[in-house]
């Protein structure tokens, strides 16, 4: 009987790759399932088995043990006598002292106004003329004369734009909590109006924006009719500019900031960002990070070699500058310190890439390579994107509760208030505060929210 042929040994390269493929069919079959929750955008696995403690850690770093302070000044004294017997065990009490006790409250209520506005003729054009005070958002009357007040207003675009609540809740709320009844369509009508009314604060925004020698900018989808947009931030450390656009093309920031655009122009390494050719770019390293990451979860034996290298010297460049700002290096070290993480990383990009996903980010890097570490040679600026990410995270929230827009108009005034609400907390300005002034603003006094710098 002949001897039957022996099977060959398995390959090593064959084991190698089906290792590799089967570890991407996990991962795609969890990005699938991921896709189909309902939480999925907050879902991050399992929880800890071994949580940190909850709270700051005692000792010398826990810092300031704050407590509410005491109101300086009260509209109402309330007291309380001593009680005459004890509650546990019924004996006679026999008094001692006062202790004092502080509140802060709010009021549950709405106040009604009636104002009695004089008017005449001009004798001379002919025109009617009528009084405003100066709680008054205008001088309508007739139909439009039973109206809502500023303040309450200012609230309402609030809650919608800046804590996300939707119309239905809003009128609910200001039902139940102020016993104020306004329909849904009130309030929408409410919020197209006053992004009407701050239609010059948010052009002065856009103007100090385009001005800046400083700007990071990020883009997320929207809605808005249930077609496909983008919300785009370009935000400075001093103010916020958003627009709805349904492009994602180099045209929206080209609108913002002009096409020859000087400044330092911090970014996600988006290609349309590229187009300013004049800017001074600034790539976000935590997006480089998180490909890095992203590509050690799925990589397989000398796979991982190359994003662990551009990790390793990615967080170089970051340790690197927190020992500049501290001051435990001069400027002349970080320049040469610099230099070798350049040229570490410029050998790295320049080597062979077998695997697609290392050659992708290659790629990338080196197409974007002079700005990684731009926030190294031009101190003050930004390593990452956070600015325009931490810009987005509140639309974000927002885009879970009501999904975007109905009608182009409605996006418009969503840009607007978003704009001004955002830049009046960089200011430092109360935001219900100048909402309510605009409203109350007679036509061509509306108040400033930011000065514009010269040209």
């Given at each position: ?15 190698q790759l089906e290792v590799e493929l089967a570890k991407l069919r996990a991962r795609i079959e969890d990005l699938e ?365 927002n885009r879970k509760v009501w999904g975007g827009n109905r009608t182009p108009r409605g996006a418009i005034a969503q ?41």
């Amino acid at each position: 009987m002949p001897d039957l042929p022996q099977p060959s040994p398995p390959c090593p390269r064959c084991s190698q790759l089906e290792v590799e493929l089967a570890k991407l069919r996990a991962r795609i079959e969890d990005l699938e399932r991921s896709q189909k929750r309902q939480a999925a955008p907050f879902s991050k696995g399992d929880p800890n088995s071994a949580p940190k403690r909850p709270g700051r850690k005692p000792g010398e770093d826990y810092g300031i043990k704050a407590h509410r302070e005491p109101p300086r000044t009260f509209d109402e004294t309330l007291d309380t006598p001593c009680p005459s017997s004890c509650p546990h065990c019924g004996g006679k009490v026999e008094p001692e002292g006062i202790e004092s006790q502080y509140q802060d409250e709010i009021v549950r209520s709405h106040i009604r106004r009636r104002f009695h506005n004089g008017y005449g003729r001009c004798r001379q054009c002919r025109r009617v003329v009528r009084s405003r005070h100066p709680l008054q958002t205008s001088t309508a009357t007739g139909a439009a004369a039973a109206q809502v007040g500023p303040d309450a207003q200012a609230l309402i675009v609030r809650m919608n734009k800046e804590l996300g609540a939707s119309h239905q809740k809003i009128s609910r709320h200001f039902k139940s909590t102020f016993g104020l009844s306004i329909t849904r369509g009130g309030v929408t009508q409410i919020i197209l109006r006053a992004a009407f009314r701050c239609g010059s604060a948010y052009r002065d925004i856009l103007i100090f924006v385009r001005r800046s020698e400083e700007v990071y900018a990020d883009e997320t989808g929207w809605k808005v009719g249930g077609w496909l947009h983008w919300l785009w931030g370009f935000v400075t450390r001093m103010a916020t500019a958003y627009l709805i656009r349904p492009s994602r093309g180099a045209d929206v920031p080209e609108e913002v900031l002009s096409p020859d655009y000087a400044g330092f122009f911090g970014h996600d390494g988006w290609a349309p960002y590229d187009r300013f050719k004049e800017a001074i770019h600034g790539t976000c390293n935590t997006h480089l990070l998180g490909r890095c990451r992203n590509l050690l979860k799925v990589a397989t034996a000398g796979a991982v070699r190359f994003p662990r290298a551009v990790k390793a010297i990615l967080q170089a460049g970051l340790a690197l500058r927190d020992r500049r700002d501290a001051g435990q290096i001069s400027p002349q070290g970080v320049a040469v310190a610099r230099g070798r993480l350049e040229s570490k990383l410029l050998r790295l990009l320049g080597s062979r890439m077998t695997h697609p996903g290392n050659a992708k980010l290659a790629n990338h890097m080196a197409r974007h390579f002079d700005q990684i570490f731009t926030y190294l040679r031009i101190p003050g600026v930004e390593a990452t994107n956070w600015m325009g990410e931490q810009a987005m995270r509140p639309a974000v929230v927002n885009r879970k509760v009501w999904g975007g827009n109905r009608t182009p108009r409605g996006a418009i005034a969503q840009s607007c208030l978003m704009s001004v609400l955002r830049t009046c907390v960089q200011q430092g300005h109360d935001g219900l505060d100048f909402i309510s002034r605009t409203l109350r603003a007679p036509p061509g006094h509306a108040p400033k929210i930011i000065a514009v710098p010269a040209s």
